[in-house]
Each structure stands twice: as structure tokens, then as C-alpha cells.
């Protein structure tokens, strides 16, 4: 089985293909006001399993969904590769870049996505967390899930009319399998990747909206490779497409 995915570009180009996954409650839709700036780059847009085209299909866990991804990229002849994560997106791609890997990987590029959490204390208390989510993603009108989902400190620097025109925009989604996903890709089951991600032979890049204290100090912390967009919080491709752009375009750069 293949993820849900969209290609752009051309099969002969000499540059490696930009593989984007989106957040969760996403879509592959997410990326496009960056991917203006890429359109002379082959590139594949996946749904992640639950969302947008692959909603129907589930994963138990993070193993299992570096198969698909690498199934996909099997199914679409793609040799080169660059990696492009937000948030979910991010710790999918971290997970495959140190564990799954195809051959041909040229560098991966997280936005705001969590490395892994350090010891099992921790992991009860994010299961503790996401458990009350995926409730309220069964449970409750979708909508209203994502009001409340909208209104975590993470996303503080939305006004009310940003979160009003994202929970209008996630809602064609399904709470059941956004729960399963969220059930699946929890952090507290995704093992800490931190000491492999700095064994990587490949470029990494970190990039955090200059508003999200949160994962800013955690890539300080954890002396990640990191790169602050201004004007952003958490999605920071969503709120500063043009500068997000420029920066990945500088980091695009980097040899191989």
C-alpha cells in the first residue's frame, strides 16, 4: 500500500525530489504557498495516513508508516531525496531519516517537530495527554475538537479569527481517524531519536517561528541545528511563507 501522495515536476531534472509531510490535521495542501518557491524541484506531497487522500488508511505505529513512506517513494522511481516535516510531519520524517532510510536521502529539514522524549516519566504523562485528545477526536463533533485544539498554549499567537479560519479549514476532516493517527504517532511511542539524529551523515536543519518558545528552547537544548523565521509561531510555513521559502532555499544549498 502507498500513501495518498501528488507529484510535481519532471522525472529527468538533475535535483533531488523535495518530499513534504504535513502536520497533523493536515494535508499535502498545506505546503503549497511554500512549494511556489520550488517549482523548478521535482517534488511529492504525501497525506499522511488519517488525513486528507490516505484518510482511510492506518499505521500502528512509526515502524510501520516509515515502510509506507518508503513503499511510496519506491512506487514513484524516486532515488534522490530531500525530507521537508512540520511538527508530526517532522518526527515522521526524523524517524525515517535515522531508522528507514531509502538510499539516495540528500538531507532532511524539520520545522518544529519533537526529537523524542528522554525517559518514561515523560512518556506516561504525554500518553496521559494525547489519550484525552484521541477521546475528544471520537467523541466530539470535529469542529469542536478543533476549537479546543486551537486554543493549546502552543498556538497562542493565533488571533480569533486565524483559529476560527483553521477549524473551518481542518473540518472536512474525520475525527476517528485523526484519533487512530494520533493514537498511532503518539509521542510518548516515538522512541527518543536524538543521539541518531546527531550520527547523521546528511544535512539536517532545524527551523522554529521565532514565537514558539516552546520548541526554540527545546532545539537549544538539545543543540539541534537551528534556524528562527521571524514573524511565526508553531507553523511557521503557514504564517511567513516567503520567509520560510528563502530560508529553505539557502539551506537546499548545502552540499551533499
Given at each position: ?24 490535521l ?22 499522511l ?6 484518510c ?100 497562542n ?7 476560527n ?13 485523526l484519533?487512530?493517527?494520533?493514537h ?11 543521539p ?6 546528511v ?14 528552547q ?39
Amino acid at each position: 500500500m502507498i500513501l495518498h501522495a501528488r507529484w510535481q515536476g519532471h522525472r529527468r531534472s538533475s535535483k533531488p525530489t523535495l518530499v513534504w509531510l504535513h502536520g497533523f490535521l493536515g494535508t499535502m495542501h498545506d505546503w503549497q504557498p511554500v512549494q511556489q518557491a520550488f517549482i523548478d524541484w521535482p517534488m511529492l506531497s504525501l497525506d499522511l495516513p488519517g488525513h486528507g487522500g490516505s484518510c482511510a488508511q492506518r499505521v500502528s505505529g512509526f515502524d510501520e508508516l516509515s515502510e509506507r513512506i518508503g513503499t511510496t517513494l519506491r512506487h514513484y522511481q524516486i532515488q534522490h531525496y530531500w525530507l521537508i516535516g512540520y511538527s508530526l510531519g517532522g518526527r515522521v520524517a526524523m524517524h525515517y531519516a535515522c531508522r528507514a532510510a531509502l538510499p539516495g536521502l540528500c538531507g532532511l529539514v524539520v520545522e518544529a517537530g519533537h526529537p523524542g522524549l528522554a525517559n518514561d516519566e515523560q512518556r506516561q504523562a504525554r500518553y496521559a495527554h494525547d489519550s484525552l485528545w484521541m477521546r475528544r477526536f471520537r467523541q466530539l463533533p470535529l469542529p469542536d475538537a478543533l476549537q479546543a485544539w486551537y486554543r493549546q498554549p502552543l498556538f497562542n499567537e493565533l488571533t480569533g479569527q486565524q483559529r476560527n479560519d483553521l477549524v473551518n479549514h481542518r473540518s472536512a476532516g474525520e475525527g476517528p481517524a485523526l484519533a487512530a493517527m494520533l493514537h498511532a504517532t503518539s509521542l510518548s511511542r516515538q522512541p527518543n531519536l536524538l543521539p541518531e539524529l546527531q550520527r547523521l551523515t546528511v544535512p539536517f536543519s532545524y527551523l522554529c517561528g521565532e514565537w514558539d518558545n516552546k520548541f526554540i528552547q527545546l532545539a537549544m537544548q538539545a543543540r539541534l541545528p537551528l534556524h528562527i523565521i521571524p514573524a511565526a509561531g508553531h507553523n511557521a510555513h503557514r504564517a511567513s511563507p516567503a520567509a520560510f521559502s528563502d530560508r529553505l532555499t539557502q539551506l537546499l544549498r548545502q552540499p551533499v
